[in-house]
């Protein structure tokens, strides 16, 4: 089992930034490639990006130039950099692990989730 833990989120003007942290326990944290999502009301979940055991990453169509993804395989933690928020950012941001999430943009492909931290971008 791994257990994940979201945090850092809240409420932020258009055009701020946040730091969202995904903190795991349970397994061997630098096995496990992390990904994020985030889900709108009303909407499935959507693949912000994700980084694997060596710290490459992969960017979900609409966020690549505002977000950034790392780890600290030290830590057992990763983190979203988000900048540049817009309204259409609004969401609740999970984190997600899996071993070799297949396919990776998709959030069946994980087998480990966190319970979300909410961000909310006003205009």
């Known amino acids: 089992q791994v257990q994940l833990v979201e945090s850092g989120g809240g409420l932020v003007q258009a055009g701020g930034a946040l730091r969202l942290s995904c903190g795991a326990s349970g397994r061997t944290f630098s096995d496990y490639y992390m990904g994020w999502f985030r889900q709108a009301p009303g909407q499935g979940r959507e693949f912000v990006g994700g980084v694997s055991w060596d710290g490459s990453t992969t960017y979900g169509d609409s966020t690549e130039g505002r977000f950034a993804f790392s780890r600290d395989n030290a830590k057992n933690t990763m983190y979203l950099q988000m900048s540049n928020l817009k309204p259409g950012d609004t969401a609740v941001y999970y984190c997600?692990?899996?071993?070799?999430?297949?396919?990776?943009?998709?959030?069946?492909?994980?087998?480990?989730w966190g319970q979300g931290t909410q961000v909310t971008v006003s205009s």
């Open positions: 997600a692990a899996d071993l070799r999430p297949i396919p990776l943009n998709r959030d069946y492909g994980y087998r480990y």
